[in-house]
């Protein structure tokens, strides 16, 4: 570029906000700069982070005075329709970009994400895309939708728990995901396994672990199946339950409480309810009660020990 | 036997056995455990809203349906007018913070932020997370994608579409709040599709008219020394001795013993709090001057069981604010109940001996925790909200309430207060 290295004899902003503020900061060339293609970069790439111009045009003309600079940002066009795809309700967000902004990013974006949700209600082979044709500051939005089958689950196999499934155990949602006959929400299932072996622990199983699921898919037919296998491993028991501290009230309380627990199978919410009406005897006679537990795996027992304090004075 | 017991709860759930603030679930709850969702969270409001105001809900509803009507949506949504936030959409339900309602300028603004909520309703983004993850990033798009559109369903009502750019320099930023576009970047793009030169009615007087001799806060209550006043209640909760406090709207929290001791005190619906006793563990009831208390320990977390009897025991630990074994005190009228709870140390006899020390309020606490109401006062002479101001009797408060640059002719309305706020609690 000739001009370049020469003083800049005037900057002139126009186009889509170019009234505002924040796009008059975003230019740093001023009349008077020398010239220079990384200034006017910079001052393109301030302007471009602003979000508000789908095309900047930058123009250089040389004068008298020196060269012209002229910053021109077009505004992105506004969605004047969206057409095709079919009446699923998933489109619905897509639909509601008419008198938006085009803004192609945007666009797949929202796309993308009418997809996930045509596949969570079962069209596991959904694809939604988008083009548009812009013309004379408008533009239409064109949606290209193909959902495929609506897969239901044929079957849903846990086996092993040493807990009883029912047929609600996994369920998402009220009869329609991850229940047989409605939509599978793998995340969803494997998070409810997770507290399924959440279950098995509480209840003495400490060493329970599920498969990963094995999901098959029967084009065809539209259905889907998923397998799993809890591993329960063995039940532990409660231990010695021992009872330090305390005075021999407080201790003779504690004991007659947990006793029956000894040597039983573990179960967190039982102790949990046992703690509970211990602590409360135990505060009618002035002292309180802290429990510590560990795990044997050797013995494969809980061994909680129960301490006993006397309330301050 | 648990098992069992949790089967039977989970089968009578699903047949609509269940119940929920003194009513059976509603049929929502037989559908989808997001419409069951929405449907308890609206009865939660019913419960506990803000005083209604028939002729502002009449109003609003009037201003939802002219935007509706130039919408894709086939009815128009039915509008909850609810206590603190912004507005909001609960299933079909467009939800409006009182306190920010009062703080919008012009009808047009109102107008916008209800376009703005009916466009969320329009492309069924409410309730998308209980189906799929949405990230951060694509509710930045819903979100501005809401605001843009928003302006057509404007200007095809009759609105000016500036409004909505109005509209969103009103509503209280959160610069936390990482699902929505930056307020800037949400103003810049709505300057490229409004038309400044519009001169459409903005509707300011009849706006005006609407929230006119209505509270500026939600009269929930506030704070007057070291006790918090439950005006609905009719109750005065004093703080028991403790080393740092903290005080909300509608709450107030005392520690003691190095914050091993937590002292809470705040209200609930009746129907809520109705549930919370049939919970309590070891209750008993203290007759005093005040009336029956009921005292007791709250129950833990929420059980196991089916994703309905879940996501319903889920929600009334939310209202209670209770998640693990507290504790309460249980003090109830007939438009709320007051809620003491106390954590840590020897919260038995704390519970009973707090409970007893709570009264009447004075006639001096009621007068300080009622919320200003609004006035209209003629402008004298031609100038800005901000420099008219002074002509009302808080005029701080006058420059919170509405734009302080906006122009405003003689004789126009200002918004002003009926007189200056005592508590920051009450009225902020």
């Known amino acids: ?313 | 036997m648990r098992a069992a017991a949790v089967a039977l709860v989970s089968a009578l759930s699903a047949c609509g056995g269940g119940a929920y603030l003194g009513a059976p679930l509603p049929s929502a709850c037989e559908r989808t455990l997001g419409a069951c969702e929405y449907a308890l969270h609206l009865r939660a409001w019913a419960d506990r809203g803000p005083a209604p105001d028939p002729a502002l809900h009449a109003y609003v509803s009037r201003i939802a349906n002219r935007i509706a009507r130039v919408s894709t949506l086939a009815r128009t949504p039915p509008v909850v007018i609810a206590g603190e936030g912004s507005a909001a959409v609960i299933g079909d339900t467009i939800v409006f913070g009182r306190e920010q309602l009062v703080r919008l300028g012009s009808e047009a603004e109102l107008a916008a932020v209800l376009a703005h909520e009916i466009v969320h309703i329009e492309g069924g983004h409410a309730g998308l997370n209980r189906s799929i993850a949405v990230d951060d990033a694509t509710m930045r798009e819903l979100e501005g994608s809401a605001d843009e559109r928003a302006v057509m369903l404007l200007e095809r009502a009759g609105y000016p579409g500036s409004a909505m750019v109005r509209a969103l320099e009103r509503l209280r930023d959160d610069p936390f709040d990482a699902r929505h576009p930056r307020r800037e970047e949400r103003l810049r793009r709505l300057a490229l599709l409004v038309d400044p030169r519009d001169r459409a009615d903005d509707g300011r007087a009849r706006f005006l008219t609407a929230i006119a001799g209505g509270p500026v806060g939600l009269d929930l209550g506030g704070r007057v020394g070291d006790a918090f006043v439950f005006p609905r209640a009719g109750l005065t909760v004093p703080m028991p001795a403790v080393e740092h406090s903290d005080v909300g709207s509608d709450f107030l929290v005392g520690y003691a013993d190095g914050y091993d001791e937590r002292y809470a005190t705040y209200a609930l619906g009746p129907q809520a709090a109705a549930e919370l006793v049939a919970r309590l563990s070891e209750r008993r009831v203290l007759h005093l001057s005040i009336g029956d208390v009921v005292v007791g320990r709250a129950p833990g977390p929420a059980p196991d069981g089916s994703s309905l009897v879940r996501l319903v025991e889920t929600m009334r630990r939310e209202l209670w604010h209770l998640y693990e074994p507290s504790e309460v005190a249980v003090i109830a009228r007939a438009r709320e109940a007051v809620l003491l709870v106390v954590d840590g140390g020897d919260a038995r006899s704390a519970i009973e001996g707090w409970a007893k020390r709570v009264r009447a309020p004075t006639a001096d606490e009621r007068s300080r925790v009622r919320s200003p109401r609004i006035v209209l006062v003629p402008a004298p002479r031609a100038g800005t909200v901000g420099e008219l101001a002074s002509t009302c009797i808080d005029p701080a408060a006058a420059r919170d309430l509405d734009d302080p640059a906006r122009r405003l002719e003689a004789g126009d309305a200002i918004k002003c207060t009926d007189r200056v706020s005592a508590t920051g609690g009450a009225a902020r």
Not at chain 1, 89 to 113: N, S, T
Not at chain 1, 147 to 153: A, C, E, N, Q, V
Not at chain 1, 168 to 173: K, V
């Open chain 1, 1 to 313: 570029m000739k001009v370049e290295a020469r003083p800049i004899a005037h900057v002139t902003i126009k186009g889509a906000g170019s009234e505002l503020p924040e796009v008059k900061s975003a230019v740093h060339a001023r009349a008077g700069d020398t010239l220079d293609r990384s200034l006017l970069q910079a001052d393109v790439r301030r302007l471009w982070a602003l979000g508000i111009a789908s095309q900047i045009d930058v123009s250089v003309t040389d004068s008298d005075e020196g060269p012209d600079v002229e910053l021109a940002l077009i505004a992105p066009p506004r969605i004047e329709q969206v057409v095709g795809g079919g009446a699923h309700a998933e489109l619905a967000m897509l639909r509601a970009l008419e008198g938006a902004l085009y803004d192609p990013e945007r666009v797949q974006r929202i796309a993308a994400l009418a997809e996930r949700r045509l596949q969570a209600n079962g069209y596991l082979r959904a694809r939604v895309g988008a083009r548009a044709d812009v013309a004379c500051g408008r533009a239409t939005v064109t949606l290209d939708v193909h959902t495929g089958p609506r897969f239901r689950i044929s079957a849903l196999v846990v086996e092993g728990s040493a807990l009883p499934v029912t047929a609600t155990t996994f369920e998402g949602d009220l009869g329609r995901v991850n229940v047989i006959g409605g939509m599978l929400e793998l995340s969803g299932f494997v998070y409810e396994l997770s507290r399924w072996i959440d279950r098995h622990h509480g209840k003495g199983w400490l060493e329970a672990k599920a498969s990963d699921p094995d999901v098959r898919y029967d084009e065809a037919r539209g259905s889907v199946s998923v397998h799993t296998t809890i591993a329960p491993g063995p039940r532990y028991r409660f231990g010695a339950l021992p009872i330090d501290g305390g005075d021999a009230r407080g201790r003779a309380i504690a004991e007659a409480i947990v006793a029956p627990l000894r040597a039983t199978p573990y179960d967190l919410v039982a102790f949990q309810a046992v703690a509970a009406r211990m602590r409360v005897q135990l505060r009618e006679v002035g002292q309180y009660a802290n429990t510590i537990a560990t795990t044997d795996t050797v013995k494969r027992a809980v061994e909680i020990t129960i301490q006993l304090r006397r309330a301050a004075p």
